[in-house]
């Protein structure tokens, strides 16, 4: 996935901490100049350069920051992952914000990498859902390929899902479907909790449809009833220890909204190296 950040998303980032002015790095001479280190407490895959970056750019151009380690990839616990350079006032305002980008970012790819090995070796994607932190969803969505697993819709406005309420809104699977059909020409999912609404919808002939806490049972069945003739997403009570089981059935997908709703920000700290007038 492409990375999209705007200056306007990074002075909201950065004015929510600012302020009207950072009191405390105040307190330093605006003429020195510092360097400083970045390091994580924890194994990690790193994620996030292009937003930590954007930050300080926005503070500070001329602050220059050199990564040790390549986006995506796995690194130990207690390792130097960057080394800034610039004036010790835009690193100190910085710090904060940047670092928690880049550690809920790094989280949601170290998640996602595990999820991504739970399930090596089968036909399988993982895919994420639109349970993501407000105004971080292109940003985690982007840290989940970086983890290895893969994209479900964007938002409400490039794929149709339709699911129970939305049923019942419209009378019948069957009329969803062939509303949606008419109203537009994005990609058709259909959320279904049994098997005889999956007979239902495989009659509709959506794109995909969601199996809804389906049993294991129950998700064997329906990839034998449906052939081959639909793809089929599993969702829903899927956690790290059934996951693979789960893809054993012979789903196509299995998506996740744990991927990033259920981080936890990985322990990273930034510690000035050097201070000088």
């Given at each position: 996935?492409?990375?999209t950040?705007?200056?306007?998303?990074?002075?909201?980032?950065?004015?929510?901490?600012?302020?009207?002015?950072?009191?405390?790095?105040?307190?330093?001479?605006?003429?020195?100049?510092?360097?400083?280190?970045?390091?994580?407490?924890?194994?990690?895959?790193?994620?996030?350069?292009?937003?930590?970056?954007?930050?300080?750019?926005?503070?500070?151009?001329?602050?220059?920051?050199?990564?040790?380690?390549?986006?995506?990839?796995?690194?130990?616990?207690?390792?130097?992952?960057c080394?800034?350079?610039?004036?010790?006032?835009?690193?100190?305002?910085?710090?904060?914000?940047?670092?928690?980008?880049?550690q809920?970012?790094?989280?949601?790819?170290?998640?996602?990498?595990?999820?991504?090995?739970?399930?090596?070796?089968?036909?399988?994607?993982?895919?994420?859902?639109?349970?993501?932190?407000?105004?971080?969803?292109?940003?985690?969505?982007?840290?989940v390929?970086?983890?290895?697993?893969?994209?479900?819709?964007?938002?409400?406005?490039?794929?149709?899902?339709?699911?129970?309420?939305h049923?019942?809104?419209?009378?019948?699977?069957?009329?969803?479907?062939?509303?949606?059909?008419?109203?537009?020409?994005?990609?058709?999912?259909?959320?279904?909790?049994?098997?005889?609404?999956?007979?239902?919808?495989?009659?509709?002939k959506?794109?995909?449809?969601?199996?809804?806490?389906?049993?294991?049972?129950?998700?064997?069945?329906?990839?034998?009833?449906?052939?081959?003739?639909?793809?089929?997403?599993?969702?829903?009570?899927?956690?790290?220890?059934?996951?693979?089981?789960?893809?054993?059935?012979?789903?196509?997908?299995?998506?996740?909204?744990?991927?990033?709703?259920?981080?936890?920000?990985?322990?990273?700290?930034?510690?000035?190296?050097?201070?000088?007038?």
């Amino acid at each position: 996935m492409r990375q999209t950040i705007t200056g306007e998303q990074i002075r909201h980032f950065i004015e929510e901490d600012l302020g009207v002015g950072d009191v405390t790095a105040a307190i330093i001479p605006a003429v020195t100049r510092a360097s400083a280190e970045v390091i994580t407490r924890e194994a990690v895959v790193l994620c996030g350069q292009a937003w930590f970056e954007a930050v300080f750019a926005y503070l500070d151009a001329s602050i220059q920051i050199t990564w040790l380690h390549a986006e995506g990839s796995a690194v130990p616990a207690d390792t130097l992952l960057c080394r800034l350079d610039g004036p010790a006032r835009a690193l100190l305002t910085g710090e904060r914000t940047a670092l928690n980008l880049l550690q809920s970012l790094s989280a949601t790819a170290t998640l996602s990498r595990r999820y991504a090995e739970a399930v090596a070796g089968t036909s399988c994607k993982v895919l994420d859902t639109r349970k993501t932190i407000p105004g971080l969803r292109v940003a985690q969505k982007y840290a989940v390929t970086c983890g290895g697993c893969y994209n479900h819709r964007m938002g409400l406005y490039d794929a149709v899902l339709i699911k129970e309420n939305h049923i019942m809104a419209a009378g019948s699977i069957a009329n969803a479907v062939n509303t949606a059909r008419q109203q537009t020409a994005v990609w058709i999912e259909v959320e279904v909790e049994s098997l005889a609404e999956l007979r239902e919808a495989l009659q509709a002939k959506p794109n995909r449809i969601m199996l809804d806490n389906f049993s294991v049972a129950e998700l064997r069945e329906a990839v034998r009833f449906v052939d081959g003739n639909i793809e089929l997403e599993a969702s829903g009570n899927i956690r790290l220890e059934n996951i693979r089981e789960i893809a054993q059935t012979g789903v196509d997908f299995i998506s996740i909204g744990a991927l990033t709703k259920d981080i936890k920000a990985v322990d990273l700290s930034m510690r000035i190296q050097l201070i000088q007038a």
